[in-house]
């Protein structure tokens, strides 16, 4: 698992690199005529991301305590988050694309949603996964000395939230 | 941390393989330094004004994916560190020896007899 997120921090590099050299490089950023990302609402979102990798924490400690309606509870509320987090960022990507930013119109649409995209895409897996995890948690397949399952969920769940920190604080200002 | 049902040995045998890789990987390397140069030819001449921002723009994203892997693998390295520390003083001495499993005899050593 650390291989394959430490592989996923290389990827995620090389996409924010490329996204340096655009963004420095370029004399407005936005370029002119491009609407202005969403602060405001993606700050909210960041928040309620974060409060899932808390969830998640708190899914874990319990499972730890052999509390397994706790681990349910948790993994449900962060499995909800997660998907309030996706669905937020869907509406507002279909916000962009109707003020005219999209994969093709240049540089700043094609590094926004690359960046952004991939994240959407890596919390859409993490909540599939998440779910899976829950479907397991239901059939009683974890229990305080088994719980590999929950906490390499939880590692990748980790993951995601802290990227996104990253990729919020480098894109949005 | 600790590694439950992860022997220390087999970490251990781990990372010396890493590193004997790490090091062969360079050797291989090293012959072929000048013609990995030879890439850099095209970057330097597309940058070769000194005013033009996308000069400070590669240079910052270089020096942003340089720095990844070291923090990335120094991350892991201390994260390992750490966790091995733990594991060593949460383990007597006596779990940390070897068992042959083969001959079915448990030679480790009850620490008492260690602490002797």
Not at chain 1, 3 to 17: R, T
Not at chain 1, 67 to 80: E, Q, V
Not at chain 2, 66 to 76: H, N, Q, V, W
């Amino acid at each position: 698992m650390v291989i394959f997120l430490a592989a996923e921090v290389m990827f995620f590099s090389g996409l924010i690199g490329a996204y340096i050299v655009y963004r420095l490089a370029s004399p407005f950023w936005p370029p002119l005529g491009m609407p202005r990302l969403p602060l405001g609402v993606t700050s909210i979102n960041t928040g309620v991301l974060l409060t899932s990798g808390y969830t998640m924490y708190r899914a874990m400690r319990a499972l730890r305590n052999g509390s397994i309606p706790g681990l349910k509870r948790m993994l449900w509320i962060t499995a909800a988050l997660g998907t309030v987090f996706l669905l937020v960022q869907g509406s507002e990507w279909a916000r962009l694309i109707g003020f005219g930013l999209t994969l093709q119109q240049g540089t700043f649409g094609a590094t926004f949603f690359t960046l952004i995209g991939f994240h959407g895409l890596h919390v859409l897996g993490a909540v599939i996964w998440l779910l899976v995890v829950l479907l397991l948690a239901k059939k009683n397949r974890f229990s305080a000395d088994r719980r590999t399952g929950v906490e390499l969920c939880g590692m990748y769940w980790f993951f995601v939230c802290a990227l996104w920190v990253a990729l919020f604080v480098l894109v949005y200002p | 941390m600790s590694f439950p049902g992860l022997k220390q040995e087999f970490l251990i045998r781990g990372a010396r393989r890493a590193g004997l890789l790490a090091v062969l990987f360079l050797l291989f390397l090293a012959p072929w330094n000048g013609n990995i140069a030879a890439q850099c030819a095209m970057c330097g001449t597309a940058l070769s004004s000194p005013d033009d921002p996308l000069r400070s723009a590669i240079g910052w994203s270089v020096l942003f994916l340089i720095a990844m892997p070291f923090t990335l693998f120094g991350s892991i390295a201390l994260w390992l560190f750490l966790a091995f520390r733990q594991s060593r003083t949460k383990l007597p001495l006596a779990a940390m020896l070897p068992f042959r499993e083969e001959s079915g005899v448990d030679e480790r050593v009850p620490i008492k007899e260690v602490k002797q």
